[in-house]
């Protein structure tokens, strides 16, 4: 494996693990929300749940196709603190998006080929969700 | 009649100007070459940055206001040569305002320099943000 193949093969295991990250903390902020009383929160975070499990895998699978093993999920990560209120709870998954968007953005160009394509695309995702979190279009998303 | 002291200057300095400012070798300050500045080198990307501006230029007829607006702040970012037009284009203008994320996604893995890299990844997902804003995407 060349240099430039196996950097960009570390883009996308420091971007799964990620979303490995992500994943744990978006089930620990859907486990604060309930369904009928803040339907679209709910609904924001099984949307993003859903996205991030499918990035998950998209990654996943280039890894294992560039002949390496996947980075494997932590057995627990920091959970945000002081939640408190739905309020909270929608802020907490608004920074993890925008900390995925930031992520992607500096991995991106530390890619070649088919996997800073996918990593843009994943960043293109992360970046729309923020809006479904109440954040705001800006021209230049995750700088 | 000269002083003792300008006596004694211009003794000195004579034979200076004599030998090295002589007139034939004083060089003219309006005829002087200007100093070496070499071109500056091309910049390799340039084609995929001017490629680029030319398919938002030409997404952007017919399309909101806001989109052409984002646009702006992108293209002013990027620096196209001089004189890029909108490439032709066809449809309507969602499908084309679609169709630009896939144009600076594919522009930015083509693109060498990491920071445009990471400018053209920014411009599609803002572009992805204003489709998901209004429902398109």
């Given at each position: 494996?060349t240099?430039?193949?196996?950097?960009?093969?570390?883009?996308v295991?420091?971007?799964l693990a990620?979303?490995h990250?992500?994943?744990y903390?978006?089930g620990?902020?859907?486990?604060?929300?309930?369904a009928?009383s803040?339907?679209d929160?709910?609904?924001?975070?099984l949307?993003?749940?859903?996205d991030?499990v499918?990035a998950r895998?998209?990654?996943?699978?280039?890894?294992?196709?560039?002949?390496?093993?996947p980075?494997?999920?932590?057995?627990?990560y920091?959970?945000p603190?002081?939640i408190g209120s739905d309020?909270?709870v929608r802020a907490a998954a608004l920074r993890?998006?925008?900390?995925?968007t930031?992520t992607?953005?500096?991995?991106?160009?530390?890619?070649t080929g088919?996997d800073?394509t996918?990593?843009?695309q994943?960043?293109?995702?992360a970046?729309?969700?923020?809006l479904?979190l109440?954040?705001?279009?800006?021209?230049?998303?995750?700088t | 009649?000269l002083?003792r002291?300008?006596?004694v200057g211009?003794?000195?300095?004579?034979?200076?100007a004599?030998s090295?400012?002589?007139?034939?070798e004083t060089?003219?300050?309006?005829?002087a070459?200007?100093p070496s500045?070499p071109?500056?080198p091309?910049?390799?990307?340039q084609s995929?940055i001017?490629?680029?501006?030319?398919a938002i230029l030409?997404a952007?007829?017919?399309?909101p206001?806001?989109?052409?607006?984002?646009?702006?702040?992108?293209?002013?970012?990027?620096a196209?040569t001089k004189?890029?037009t909108?490439?032709?284009t066809?449809?309507r203008?969602?499908?084309?305002q679609l169709?630009?994320?896939?144009?600076?996604?594919t522009?930015?893995?083509?693109?060498?320099?990491?920071q445009?890299?990471?400018l053209?990844a920014s411009a599609?997902?803002?572009?992805?943000?204003l489709?998901?804003?209004?429902?398109?995407?």
């Open positions: 494996m240099t430039a193949t196996s950097a960009s093969t570390e883009a295991q420091a971007a990620v979303e990250a992500a994943i903390v978006l620990a902020l859907g486990g604060l929300t309930s009928t803040s339907p929160l709910a609904r924001a975070l949307d993003a749940y859903d991030h499918n895998e998209a990654l996943a699978a280039h890894v294992v196709a560039a002949g390496i093993e980075v494997a999920p932590s057995a627990v920091d959970l603190r002081r309020a909270g993890l998006e925008q900390d995925t930031a992607y953005l500096s991995l991106a160009p530390k890619a088919s800073r996918l990593l843009i994943l960043l293109c995702r970046a729309a969700r923020q479904d109440g954040a705001k279009p800006r021209a230049f998303p995750g | 009649m002083s002291r300008t006596a211009a003794a000195v300095i004579a034979p200076l004599a090295a400012c002589s007139a034939s060089l003219d300050p309006v005829k070459p200007p500045t071109p500056a091309a910049n390799p990307d995929v001017d490629a680029t501006v030319a030409g952007d007829k017919g399309s206001s806001a989109f052409v607006q984002l646009h702006r702040v992108h293209i002013e970012a990027l196209p004189g890029v909108a490439a032709p066809t449809g203008w969602q499908e084309r169709a630009l994320v896939t144009t600076l996604i522009a930015a893995g083509r693109a060498a320099d990491p445009l890299i990471t053209l599609a997902a803002g572009q992805q943000q489709l998901h804003g209004r429902g398109l995407a």
